[in-house]
Every structure is written in structure tokens, then in C-alpha cells.
């Protein structure tokens, strides 16, 4: 069993040898189920990639986003979407689900119980 850091430098070896150049720092390398690699500029795109991917698999839309709060896919035109962090992908949720997440972490908050929210 190779490790995951050897098949790693493993692949960035065999793609820098495909393209007859050292990968930059940034550059990610993106391996499909079906062995086909996929050199990606930073890690931001990286990710979009691993987004789309699983959307297509879950509802066969790729362009679908998945809603943090409830975890089902919908189309972007019914979700907020909002930037988080620096190098990953932006969050979505729907308005419903935002609103009820927030008047249950409001209630929980001003009662003591726990903080995280289970929807």
C-alpha cells in the first residue's frame, strides 16, 4: 500500500515529465476515479473540481450547490451564496434554512444549552 504523500509526489513527478516542466508550487494535481490527472492552477480551482464532481454524482447537475445547513442540492439561483475563506470554494444555503439555523441558535444561546445547531 503506497502512502498517500508517496502517490503523490509519485504523480507530480509523472505529470512534470508529461509536460517537460517542474509543476509550480501552487499548482494542485487533481486524480479522477479512472486515473486521468488534472493540473490545477491553485487550490481554489482544485476545489471547485471536487464541488462539481460530487454535485454531479449526488443529483447529476455539476453547476448544483449543496446547502450547508440542510445538505441537499438546488440549483444556485435558489441558494445564497457567500465567500468563506481564502483558498476554498464559497458556502450556499437556502434563505428558509438560514433563517430557521439562526432562530434555533438564538434560542440555544439564550437558554445555555450547547452551541452547535442540529438541523
Request: charged fraction near 30%; glycine fraction near 4%; charge should be positive.
Given at each position: 500500500m503506497i502512502s498517500y504523500r508517496m502517490q503523490h509526489k509519485r504523480n507530480r513527478?509523472?505529470?512534470?515529465?508529461?509536460?517537460n516542466r517542474e509543476l509550480k508550487t501552487a499548482e494542485e494535481i487533481h486524480t479522477h476515479t479512472d486515473g486521468t490527472l488534472?493540473?490545477?492552477?491553485?487550490?481554489?480551482y482544485h476545489a471547485l473540481l471536487h464541488q462539481r464532481?460530487?454535485?454531479?454524482?449526488?443529483?447529476?447537475?455539476?453547476d448544483w450547490r449543496r446547502c450547508w445547513i440542510c445538505q441537499k442540492y438546488d440549483d444556485p439561483a435558489?441558494?445564497?451564496?457567500?465567500?468563506?475563506?481564502?483558498?476554498?470554494?464559497?458556502?450556499?444555503k437556502h434563505l428558509k434554512c438560514?433563517?430557521?439555523y439562526h432562530w434555533k441558535w438564538?434560542?440555544?444561546?439564550?437558554s445555555g444549552r450547547s452551541r452547535r445547531i442540529v438541523t
Open positions: 513527478e509523472r505529470v512534470s515529465k508529461l509536460i488534472v493540473v490545477c492552477e491553485n487550490k481554489r464532481t460530487d454535485a454531479l454524482k449526488a443529483c447529476g447537475h455539476a435558489n441558494l445564497m451564496i457567500y465567500k468563506v475563506g481564502k483558498y476554498w470554494t464559497d458556502a450556499a438560514s433563517r430557521e438564538k434560542a440555544n444561546k439564550y
